[in-house]
């Protein structure tokens, strides 16, 4: 069973900055490509940032040059570094990953999410 469990959430003034972690566990053969969505009130889930296994990362138009996303694959573990907040960041952030369960097999499962919320 894998499990994703997402911390670091919480409520910032605009300007501010959160750190969200998310920790991957499981009997996997490998945790490939990591993510991290967002789905705001009313809203639908959108995606933020992802990085490959490699490091190599993405991110969004919205949230460029404000969020970076990283990850220590010996810990299991993908971060969210979210600098210069805006009230329109608010949203429950949920972590993602394709799991490879075994070669040729592969399963996308997601965390429970974790509420941010941007003061104006």
């Known amino acids: 069973q894998v499990q994703l469990v997402e911390s670091g959430g919480g409520l910032v003034q605009a300007g501010g900055s959160l750190r969200l972690s998310c920790v991957a566990s499981?009997?996997?053969?490998?945790?490939?490509?990591m993510a991290w969505y967002r789905q705001a009130q009313g809203k639908q889930r959108e995606l933020v940032a992802t990085?490959?296994?490699?490091?190599?990362?993405n991110y969004a138009d919205s949230v460029k040059g404000r969020f970076t996303i990283s990850r220590d694959n010996a810990k299991n573990t993908v971060y969210l570094q979210m600098n210069s907040l805006k009230p329109e960041d608010t949203a429950i952030y949920y972590c993602?990953?394709?799991?490879?369960?075994?070669?040729?097999?592969?399963?996308?499962?997601w965390g429970q999410g974790t509420q941010v919320t941007v003061s104006s």
């Open positions: 993602n990953t394709d799991a490879r369960l075994r070669i040729g097999v592969s399963y996308t499962y």
């Open positions: 499981g009997s996997v053969f490998s945790f490939d490509a």
């Open positions: 990085i490959t296994r490699g490091g190599s990362p």
